[in-house]
């Protein structure tokens, strides 16, 4: 078995010579009355280890509380961006295009109106929201330029080094999700500015776009809601079948043809959403319906692109809502449909 004297022989030189220190060669052998009879060789080309592999439970902790105490001062630093050299300000055109937000979704609950109606709406808290990073027209490639803008802060421990240097440039925390707005050239706005719910109000119409839930493979029945094949009548494992798919002529399937596939995991827009409610306190928006995705997933909101919605925008703060700018807010912002409990249900005169 000349082979396999030529691999110990390689396996012993590796091990001895130290030469290739990403390369782990392990033989075993075995001698019998035949000699050499068995050798066994394993490569491991990638030894990475976890952040805290080599860390006490004690010292994870103390490394996880010292960075969320950094990050709460990088945040706070940020809270006052009118003060540090802001940007040059513009006032709203017809065609202008503000930027979004990127919001947690917290789940479903009622309002009620003035008239007695029930209005389903989702909540979604805008947290931790900074524009993170400017990109003009000439390097988009495009009419417009484009805002790269992160939400919640995320794990500094999971993320690469290129990345991380993008957010010590800026002085931000990471960002659990981050995405892109195009904006008009009179509502471009200065890294590291925070924005809040208050970016919108009350009536005003926006756009949610978030990945909608994965459900798997399905079939017809439940990706598109077939009726499904008889139960008795002659029919033999076909009861959950799409039946036929084409006309026997075509001799091709068409484009679009409903059948079995992957259904959700996609990203999706609810168009013309309505806001009801603004929490100001909280930073919590009261949107109309319902949104793509689960619980505690993270979307992005905008103005509305429907055509009848576009000029709305001419009555909101441009380019955005600013903490200490001189607009001062209610906790509370409500439309003038929406019931307020505050108020008495009945009124006598």
């Known amino acids: ?63 996880k509380k010292i960075t969320e105490e950094e990050f709460r001062a990088q945040i706070a630093s940020k809270m006052c961006p009118l003060k540090d050299e802001p940007w040059p300000l513009h006032q709203w055109e017809p065609g202008s295009k503000r930027v979004g937000v990127v919001a947690l979704k917290l789940g479903m609950m009622p309002l009620w109106t003035k008239s007695g109606e029930k209005l389903p709406v989702t909540l979604l808290q805008v947290e931790d929201c900074h524009v993170l990073k400017y990109v003009p027209k000439e390097e988009t490639g495009g009419r417009n330029a484009c ?3 992160g939400g919640k ?19 931000l925390p990471p960002k659990q999700k981050i995405t892109s707005f195009k904006v008009s050239d009179n509502a ?5 500015t925070p924005l809040y719910a208050a970016h919108f109000r009350p009536g005003q119409f926006v756009d949610v776009t978030a ?8 079939g017809v029945m439940k990706r598109w809601g077939f009726k499904g094949q008889p139960a008795t009548h002659g029919q033999t494992k076909t009861h959950r079948r799409p039946g036929a798919i084409s006309s026997s002529g075509l001799g091709r399937v068409l484009k679009g043809k409903k059948m079995p596939g992957q259904m959700g995991n996609y990203y ?36 509305s692109n429907l055509r009848p919605y576009r000029d709305h925008s001419k009555n909101l703060p441009f380019p955005t809502y600013f903490a200490d700018g001189d607009e001062e807010l209610s906790d509370e912002l409500y439309d003038e449909k929406v019931f307020q409990f505050t108020e008495p249900s009945i009124v006598f005169t």
């Open 211 to 218: 990945k909608t839930i994965g459900k798997g493979f399905q």
């Open 268 to 303: 999706r827009t609810a168009r013309g959403l309505k806001i009801w409610r603004v929490n100001v306190k909280h930073n919590i928006l009261y949107v109309h319906g319902c949104v793509p995705g689960h619980t505690n997933c993270l979307v992005k909101v905008t103005d």
């Open 153 to 171: 802060t995320g794990s500094p421990f999971r993320k690469g080094q290129s990345r991380l240097e993008m957010y010590r440039e800026i002085g």
């Open 188 to 192: 471009i706005i200065k890294p590291g």
């Open 147 to 149: 805002l790269i803008v």
């Open 1 to 63: 078995m000349p082979g396999v004297g030529l691999l110990c022989r390689l396996g012993s030189r590796l091990l001895s010579g130290g030469r290739h220190a990403s390369v782990l060669v392990a033989s075993e052998t075995g001698m019998g009355k035949r000699g050499l009879w068995c050798v066994i060789a394993r490569n491991i080309g990638n030894n990475t280890t976890w952040w805290d592999e080599h860390l006490s439970a004690e010292n994870a902790e103390f490394l």
